[in-house]
């Protein structure tokens, strides 16, 4: 035996009377209980304890429960990232032969989910306007099990009839799952208002700061979600716990970072819809909003930071408008704590034709901001040199 010193056998955590303030980081992916009695208390939901971190850890029990309370539920699952969350629901609910009916504006990868991995678990989809509840009912069939939902669409900003889809949810007895990525729990408080699964990209404004990938999936139903938990332990979707810790350090500033960056995109949308370069803006609190009565029935007073506008001029407009705003991240994704910029036809939908893109409203001159919560003085100076550089342009 040498005499070296052990150092594999965990030295044990310092003694201290007083106790940290902040959640401690737990990377452990096994736990050690005290015997095989105790693990079967465990497993048998007896008592309370971890065994593997792919079943579950105390980061992610943590940052589940901070958001439970922003939706007003209990149980909420967290997953390794939104698609994992969507996954995650798809398949712990559905079998062979289910079929699904979606908005037809989802966010991109749900979109290709749904109409391209799916079908190979003989799970099928239809895609029809949410904006239109007659058009959701008409697309549903003998064999539709559950309805999949964005409030507010991307990245045209348009307003699902999200009481006649609940209200046909109940009367047809389908489970009403509603990504709630863009709205937020304030904007939209998706679980209150009737939602059976609500899902988020905690990657976006919950984190809120461009540095992890999470989901997040609240089931109110028990089986659904024991059925949604165990598709997550089973195909790995577990989140990291380094993940969970982080974002729970940014949910701690989501409220002031949602009410900054909404009171910019109000001033921002304005700023916009008012210069020369801009043929049109889309934002949920304008009254020339399309749907604006229904966006204040169903986000009241809180429209959110999204803002989308269309240049006149095509794609040489858009070069000119990011070229002369270098300091505005032109990047594709939302929710960052500040600006961001992305430009659909050349992003989220380049596979869709030029035709299809008209059809959204999506042209060369589209772009989709996710206001964030820089000094609203800063952001009007360089959106306005943007535009103007584009006005020179002709
Ligand atoms: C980003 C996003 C997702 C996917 O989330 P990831 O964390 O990137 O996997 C799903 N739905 C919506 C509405 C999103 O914006």
């Known amino acids: 035996m040498s005499d070296r010193p052990n150092l594999v056998r965990r030295t044990p955590w310092p003694e201290s009377v007083s106790r940290a303030v902040t959640t401690p980081l ?28 792919r079943e579950g850890h105390p980061n992610a029990d943590v940052l589940a429960q ?5 939706e007003g539920g ?38 290709r989910m749904l109409s391209r991995d799916l079908p190979k678990w003989g799970i099928t989809a239809t895609f029809a306007d ?4 007659t058009a959701i009912e008409a697309a549903i069939a003998p064999n539709t099990k559950l309805l999949l939902i964005e409030a507010v669409s991307n990245p045209t900003l348009r307003l699902a009839d999200m009481d006649g889809i609940e209200r046909l949810a109940r009367d047809r007895g389908l489970i009403l799952v509603v990504d709630n990525t863009f709205t937020t729990p304030y904007g939209f408080p998706a679980y209150a208002r009737g939602a059976d699964v609500v899902i988020h990209s905690v990657t976006k404004l919950l ?54 960056a909404q009171a910019n995109a109000r001033a921002l949308a304005d700023l916009v819809a008012g210069h ?28 959110g930071n999204m803002v989308s506008f269309r240049l006149a001029g095509g794609r040489e407009a858009a070069n000119a408008f990011t070229r002369a705003a270098p300091q505005l991240a032109f990047a594709p994704t939302l929710g960052d704590v500040g600006t961001t910029f992305s430009h659909p036809a050349s992003s989220s939908h380049r596979g869709l034709t030029p035709e299809g893109r008209a059809a959204l409203g999506i042209t060369e001159g589209f772009f989709r901001v996710s206001v964030g919560c820089e000094p609203i003085a800063l952001l009007t100076r360089d959106v306005t040199a943007a535009l103007d550089a584009v006005a020179a342009i002709g």
Not at 231 to 239: D, E
């Open 26 to 53: 737990q990377p452990s992916v096994v736990y050690s209980s005290p015997d095989p009695d105790a693990l079967d208390d465990q497993y048998e939901g007896r008592a309370q304890g971890y065994t593997y971190g």
């Open 66 to 70: 901070m958001i439970d309370r922003l």
């Open 74 to 111: 209990q149980g909420g699952l967290m997953t390794g990232s939104g698609m994992a969350a969507v996954t995650a629901t798809m398949l712990g609910l559905l079998g062979q032969g289910d079929h699904i009916v979606a908005g037809d504006q989802l966010y991109g990868r749900s979109l």
């Open 130 to 133: 949410p904006t239109d509840v």
């Open 207 to 260: 984190a809120g700061h461009s540095d992890v990938t999470l989901g997040y999936v609240l089931a109110r139903d028990p089986d659904a979600r024991t059925a949604i938990y165990d598709t997550i332990v089973t195909l790995g979707l577990t989140p990291s716990p380094y993940d969970c810790w982080m974002a729970e350090r940014g949910l701690y500033t989501f409220d002031m970072r949602f009410e900054r």
């Open 276 to 303: 020369d370069a801009v043929e049109a803006v889309l934002y949920p609190g304008r009254s020339d909003h399309p749907d604006h009565n229904r966006a204040q029935a169903l986000l009241g007073e809180a429209p």
